[in-house]
Structure formats: C-alpha cells, structure tokens
C-alpha cells in the first residue's frame, strides 16, 4: 500500500477505526501526547554544558542522544575522531528501497562569558513563559530535540512500515566541525539527502556564503622610535594595503538573495614598544564569498592587488596565509530535498515555508561536497544564536517535529509496506 497524503487511507495500525482523522492532524495529535516527553528531552540536553572541544561534556551529551535513539530501535554507532570528542550515528535502515533521509544537529555550544548578565542560569534549562532558557537553546538543541524526536512519532503512527533514516548528532560544529560531521562523511557517511537542524526559523536555506579566513604579515624593518628613518615600520604598511583591502569589491555584482561579498578585518597586531619601529604585523581578515566565486582564485587576486600596490612603494613586503575556507553553496530548489519538505511542511502548516540565504554553510558543506544534497532548516532563530538569555519557543520544536515527521513519511513515499489492523 502507498502512502496517499491526499486522502485518508493512512491510519496507525493502533487505531485503524479512525479513518476521519487527517493523517496531518494524526501526526500532531501523537506529537501532543508526547509533549511532556520532548520538553524534558530538550531540557536534558540543554543542561548538559556541551562545549566545544570538551569531551566530559560531550560525552555526557553523547549518552542521552544515544539512549534515544536506541530506545527507538536504531542502530548506534559511536564515532570519534578523538577520544571524548564523540558522534553517535543512528540508522534505522530495514527498507532496501525508500530512499535514505538524514538528520544532523550539532551537539556542541559555544562558551558564557558574561554568566552575570543572564536572568536565568545558563544550563538550568528553565521554563518561562512557554520558553526554554539556556546556552545552546536556540543553537540548536532546539532542532537537535526535534530531529530525534520525529522519528518517534512516525513509528508510533506506522508500527510495521519500513524506513530508512540516519540521524547523526555530531560534535564540534561551532569550532569548524573537523571532529565532527566532517570527520564522520569522511568515514564513508552516506544519504541520498539531508536537513541540517540549525535554527532558520523553519525557512529553507538553500544558498549561503562561503567564508575564507586569511592571515596577512607584513614585514619591516627595526630601529629606534626616536630615528623612525632608518627602519620600515611594518603597520604603516599594513595600514595601506588594509585601506585598499576597506574598499575593495571583488568586481561582483550583488546576489539577489546573498548581496555582496564582504571583507572583514577581525584583528591586528603588531610592535612590541612605543620606542621601537616595529618589523612586522599580522591581520586577520574574514571575507564571505559569493557561489560565483571561488576561494583561490580570491586569494590570487588579492596577492595581485597588494603586488600592484607594491609597484608605487617597493619598502611593502607582505605574505597571505589561507587559515581556514568553507565553500559556498546553491541547492536548486526543485531537488528532491527541497520538494519534500515543501510538501512535508505544507501538509502540517497548510504553507511552504519560505526561503533564505545565510553568511555560512555551516556543516552542511561537509554533506554536499560529498555529493549529499543538503538544506538547512530548523526551529529557532539565528538571532538567539550565542546570546545572553538565550531561549527557543517550545511551540517552535512542537512543530519542527511535526514538520520533520511529515517529511520523513513524504521521502518514504513510494515505500510499499505491509500494516496488519
């Protein structure tokens, strides 16, 4: 039997009578008898300070993500590229047909710096006002919550249809992800498409920047403060070729959805006294690049642009040094991922949700350079992300796990199966 959105032939074995009910309506239904059950999920891992980097937290996170998954029949796999530093990989893979669906959320946040200045206490995991309070809340244990939530609800609804879904809750995401959803694909990780559960208040973001890291030096020459003359002061030189880097455009024209690339120089130093010309100086610079273009050849032409600037003062002596590079990325928007969460979310929302761009691809990079169509789309948004007091809505995760639910059931739509009443 085929899976009829439109229709009401779909029905949980448990309570195969109900035939009036919409399976939407089905969906939300069995969501709401497992409310309870969510929220303290979602406050269980909140309370967990789950820093990047730090494998007590990690692996304590690791612990209950795990459990859940187990309890809901997957399989588990434990993942690490250093010890402590662990992934826990869920497969529920007994369809041989369905194709495959995969869910990722980090695990990880990032510190509190200012614990002084929050209302509640950043791991309490509080209750207000039909909010979660708490570092990470937002970003993102909110969709981590809801991901491995929705699962849970397709099977109570569907107890003998066969599926084939991966969850991965993988570390580290907020330091770059090199232990994490990178180190696991490169492990031979494999879907046939992907969410990534960031916060994008339950937009789809199909398209983001690229974003390139470079350190420049320049170098001098030391003398005395007092005869500035018989040295070369190296910030001076750093100083004009950031003035030129302040208004340069890349010759691109604005993206319709992502604007224009960005240049931003994060920080600077350089000397060592005020008396003493200083003989060398480092910048670091973060630039966000478009689809359009591509990190080496910027970084060609920027060591083209300051070798031109050379020409009219021959004393510039400078190097550029690529410190870290995530690609830029589109998924077109009729892929099988993106059309099955218009239609999932349609079915729970009556809409399509929107569409957005955003200045990372976060780790979805890591799933599309290895051929895995990925979008980002989850509850929360990205202007909680790392802020004091921050919270996510409990009625957000409700309905992101609804929405997950129905688009795990729409991938799985041509899945025949057998559901004995």
């Known amino acids: 039997m085929r899976l009829k959105w439109q229709s009401r032939e779909i029905f949980s074995s448990s309570n195969c009578?109900?035939?009036?009910?919409?399976?939407?309506?089905?969906?939300?239904?069995?969501?709401?008898?497992?409310?309870?059950h969510i929220i303290a999920l979602a406050q269980n891992l909140i309370r967990v300070p789950s820093f990047s980097?730090?494998?007590?937290?990690?692996?304590?996170?690791?612990?209950?993500?795990?459990?859940e998954m187990k309890h809901m029949g997957f399989s588990v796999e434990l993942v690490e590229a250093q010890k402590g530093l662990t992934n826990v990989i869920g497969k529920l893979q007994d369809s041989q047909d369905a194709p495959c669906i995969l869910?990722?959320?980090?695990?990880?946040?990032?510190?509190?710096?200012?614990?002084?200045?929050?209302?509640?206490?950043?791991?309490?995991?509080?209750?207000?006002?039909?909010?979660?309070?708490?570092?990470?809340?937002?970003?993102?244990?909110?969709?981590?919550?809801?991901?491995l939530a929705a699962p849970r609800?397709?099977?109570?609804?569907?107890?003998?249809?066969?599926?084939?879904?991966?969850?991965?809750?993988?570390?580290d995401e907020e330091i770059g992800g090199f232990t994490g959803l990178k180190y696991v694909v490169e492990q031979g990780l494999k879907a046939d498409m992907a969410i990534v559960c960031e916060p994008t208040d339950?937009?789809?973001?199909?398209?983001?920047?690229g974003l390139l890291w470079?350190?420049?030096?320049?170098?001098?020459?030391?003398?005395?403060?007092?005869?500035?003359?018989?040295?070369?002061?190296?910030?001076?030189?750093?100083?004009?070729?950031?003035?030129?880097?302040?208004?340069?455009?890349?010759?691109?024209?604005?993206?319709?959805?992502?604007?224009?690339?960005?240049?931003?120089?994060?920080?600077?130093?350089?000397?060592?006294?005020?008396?003493?010309?200083?003989?060398?100086?480092?910048?670091?610079?973060?630039i966000r690049y478009l689809p359009t273009q591509d990190h080496l050849t910027i970084i060609t032409e920027l060591k083209n642009l300051i070798a031109d600037l050379g020409e009219s003062d021959p004393?510039?002596?400078a190097e550029l040094e690529m410190i870290r590079y995530r690609s830029s990325l589109e998924i077109k928007k009729d892929s099988t991922i993106i059309q099955t969460i218009l239609a999932g979310a349609n079915d729970i929302i009556g809409r399509e949700p929107g569409f957005m761009g955003m200045i990372s691809p976060a780790d979805s990079e890591y799933l599309v350079r290895a051929g895995i169509p990925a979008v980002m789309y989850g509850p929360g948004h990205d202007s909680l992300c790392h802020t004091t007091n921050e919270w996510i809505a409990i009625d957000d995760i409700l309905e992101a796990t609804c929405i997950y639910a129905a688009i795990?059931?729409?991938?799985?739509?041509?899945?025949?199966?057998?559901?004995?009443?």
């Open 153 to 171: 609800i397709v099977r109570s609804l569907f107890h003998n249809m066969k599926f084939n879904i991966i969850l991965a809750a993988t570390v």
């Open 53 to 67: 980097g730090d494998s007590e937290g990690l692996s304590e996170i690791a612990e209950i993500t795990s459990a």
């Open 214 to 286: 470079l350190k420049l030096t320049t170098r001098g020459k030391s003398a005395h403060g007092g005869m500035p003359e018989n040295g070369i002061n190296a910030i001076y030189k750093m100083a004009k070729i950031l003035t030129l880097l302040e208004h340069h455009d890349f010759k691109q024209a604005p993206h319709p959805v992502l604007g224009r690339p960005t240049i931003n120089v994060g920080s600077i130093k350089g000397g060592q006294k005020p008396n003493i010309v200083p003989d060398s100086c480092q910048a670091d610079i973060d």
């Open 17 to 36: 009578q109900d035939n009036e009910m919409s399976l939407a309506t089905r969906i939300r239904q069995e969501v709401a008898n497992n409310r309870e």
């Open 202 to 209: 339950l937009s789809i973001v199909n398209i983001c920047k």
């Open 408 to 421: 795990i059931l729409r991938s799985h739509g041509l899945e025949s199966y057998s559901d004995s009443c």
């Open 103 to 147: 869910f990722n959320g980090h695990v990880d946040v990032v510190p509190v710096t200012d614990e002084e200045n929050w209302v509640l206490a950043p791991f309490s995991a509080t209750v207000r006002d039909s909010r979660i309070y708490g570092r990470g809340a937002c970003d993102m244990k909110g969709g981590l919550t809801a991901m």
């Open 315 to 317: 004393q510039i002596e």
